[in-house]
């Protein structure tokens, strides 16, 4: 079972929590009328591998959204924390 550390409530299982996306991906200006730049924002996704922000809702707890790092290889939990928050991505690894 996972664990997502709730800035708000402590430590929680990862079932009281909805995935909502990428916490990467940043939202068009709302101003902007530019359909390749919503149709990439609601439609292209990559892929990633390891480490990986993203942002859940804590809809059986305190309905926060919360912002988790989290390997998507090994679906081990790194970090969490508010939207808000800066969560440092751990250091890759560099072989000679």
Same mark, same amino acid.
């Given at each position: 079972?996972?664990? +997502?550390?709730?800035?708000?409530?402590?430590?929680?299982?990862?079932?009281?929590?909805?995935? +909502?996306?990428?916490?990467?991906?940043?939202?068009?200006?709302?101003?902007?009328? /530019?359909?390749?730049?919503?149709?990439?924002?609601?439609?292209?996704?990559? /892929?990633?591998?390891? @480490?990986?922000? =993203?942002?859940?809702?804590?809809?059986?707890?305190?309905? =926060?959204?919360?912002?988790?790092?989290? /390997? +998507?290889?090994?679906? =081990?939990?790194?970090?969490?924390?508010?939207?808000?928050?800066? +969560?440092?991505? @751990?250091?890759? =690894?560099?072989? @000679?």
């Amino acid at each position: 079972m996972l664990y +997502i550390d709730c800035p708000y409530c402590g430590k929680r299982a990862h079932e009281e929590f909805t995935y +909502i996306g990428d916490a990467t991906k940043k939202r068009p200006d709302g101003a902007e009328k /530019n359909d390749p730049a919503w149709v990439d924002y609601v439609y292209t996704r990559d /892929n990633p591998r390891g @480490p990986h922000l =993203e942002l859940w809702h804590h809809g059986l707890g305190c309905r =926060e959204v919360v912002k988790v790092l989290r /390997n +998507i290889l090994t679906h =081990e939990i790194l970090g969490a924390g508010r939207p808000a928050d800066d +969560i440092p991505l @751990p250091e890759t =690894e560099t072989k @000679p």
